[in-house]
């Protein structure tokens, strides 16, 4: 049980360029979201997902697409980098529902010069 | 809307005193309240969680009890440790609505010998 999984660990973009943050879970969850960190600003959710098929918005889903084709997977998509998006980028999971434990991945450190 | 406002950091302690972070909340319904921490290069990963009014939960020797009377959910240790050292985060997730986990900005300790 390998929990969430992101990949790459690291990237460095330039502006203007597109790229995929991965993001796995095997824990069969229902749930499932992408968060930032930036520095004094806490985790903001960028787009979640009730279930395959069904994605909506956050409160910062510009500039970035998602898709959730299955339960396991939920790809980010940056479609066209900015300086702006140079953070830390966090996949979660969890049981739809209140009350349930939300497991977050290990991050994606991500830089656009 | 949510909100989730949280002590200001960063807090630095002497290893075995007695740990205080604040955290009110803004909420509709009744939301659960988590704590969730982050050690240097992590993800977030939970702390402890309370469901309903005047709950309390625990892990690792932290507390923090469910104040509907007060929208407040206080994290409190005893006696910390170095390895405490982490950045700490209050979240609430509504009953209302899609289900979004709120979280505040994150609370930065640090324990020194």
């Known amino acids: 049980n390998a929990g969430v999984t992101q990949t790459p660990k690291f990237q460095v973009l330039k502006t203007g360029q597109s790229m995929t943050l991965q993001c796995a879970q095997d824990?069969?969850?229902?749930?499932m979201s992408w968060y930032r960190q930036d520095p004094g600003m806490g985790l903001r959710l960028i787009h979640y997902?009730?279930?395959?098929?069904?994605?909506d918005q956050g409160e910062v889903p510009n500039g970035y697409n998602v898709s959730r084709s299955t339960t396991e997977d939920f790809p980010l998509r940056l479609l066209s980098a900015a300086p702006s998006q140079t953070s830390v980028y966090f996949c979660?999971?969890?049981?739809?529902?209140?009350?349930?434990?939300?497991?977050f991945g290990p991050g994606t450190r991500l830089t656009v010069t | 809307g949510n909100s989730v406002t949280q002590m200001e950091g960063p807090v630095t302690l002497s290893e075995e005193a007695f740990l205080t972070i604040n955290c009110t909340y803004t909420?509709?319904?009744?939301?659960?309240l988590f704590w969730y921490v982050q050690y240097p290069g992590e993800g977030l990963q939970l702390l402890l969680k309370?469901?309903?009014?005047?709950d309390k939960g625990s892990n690792k020797g932290f507390e923090a009890t469910y104040r509907k009377e007060t929208t407040s959910f206080h994290l409190e240790k005893g006696s910390v440790q170095v390895s405490d050292s982490a950045v700490y985060f209050c979240?609430?997730?509504?009953?209302?609505?899609?289900?979004?986990?709120?979280f505040g900005t994150g609370t930065r300790l640090t324990i020194i010998p």
């Open positions: 979660a999971s969890r049981i739809a529902g209140v009350g349930y434990e939300q497991y």
């Open positions: 824990m069969n969850h229902e749930y």
């Open positions: 997902s009730v279930g395959a098929g069904i994605t």
């Open positions: 909420a509709t319904g009744y939301p659960s």
């Open positions: 309370a469901t309903k009014a005047d």
């Open positions: 979240a609430l997730l509504s009953n209302f609505g899609n289900e979004k986990l709120t």
